[in-house]
């Protein structure tokens, strides 16, 4: 596995790039870095080339000030330069959670890179009003008590009743390996996911085909709210994680893993 950087908006964007085979771009979440693809990564490095940036802001991507024009799409243009960086000519674009508001901006402004995408435990509507208070409550706890502290309280929301009882040592190991982030950094992101827009006509307008994986005891997106896009897609690919939250890679990781590659065979077949 290399680690690579590249420039972007005058900023130094790290990332890790492994394997060999069709391209593929693992994109993170809130509060995570590359790391959390691990398992993912071995899975797939014997077929594909695997790359996994850390987005702006967290780990290797680490920046001091955040552009004041910082948003979802922001992101997607950094994903673009990392595509550019490698001159990658087509490849599957697979998010997590908040990775996967990335992923569906970036197919509806560089459709052209893609060969298909994928929403893991994302979704493409915005928020909800219920989510925007509880994500400026999130700030506030983050201005007064700091960012490490914050990510450690909520993490145990992040995994599924069946986790919470039965592995709890899931969460243990998860909390331990949360990356240090400012209070900027994820106050930013706040802000970001806040502002985007609805991008469901992305979905119902694609001719790519688009993975979801879903977890059953997903609080942070909920089963319920997320299965109707499942049918906005042409080709959509649906993989429902049994005994599963918001972190299917760590929760469910062998399903999870075979998810992910199953649709990688079909759309590289």
Known sequence: METRSFEFDNRQMGYVKTGAGPAVILLHGFGEDHHIFNSTVTALEKKYTVYAPDLLGTGMSSINTFPSNFSIEYVADSTAALIQHEKIENCILLGH??????????????????????????????DTPIKIENRLRGITFIEKFGAATFLETTAPNLFGTYTQKNHPQLITEFIQSIPSFSNEALTSYYQAMMARPNLTLVLETTPLPVLFILGDQDIPVALEDTLPQTKMPQRAYLYVLENCGHMGMLEQPTNFNNAVLGFLDKVNA
Not at 118 to 123: E, I, V
Request: charged content about 10%; hydrophobic content about 40%.
């Open 97 to 126: 959670s908040m990775g996967g508001y990335v992923t569906v901006a970036f197919a509806k402004k560089y459709p052209q890179y893609l060969k298909g995408f994928g929403l893991l435990h994302s979704t493409a509507l915005p």
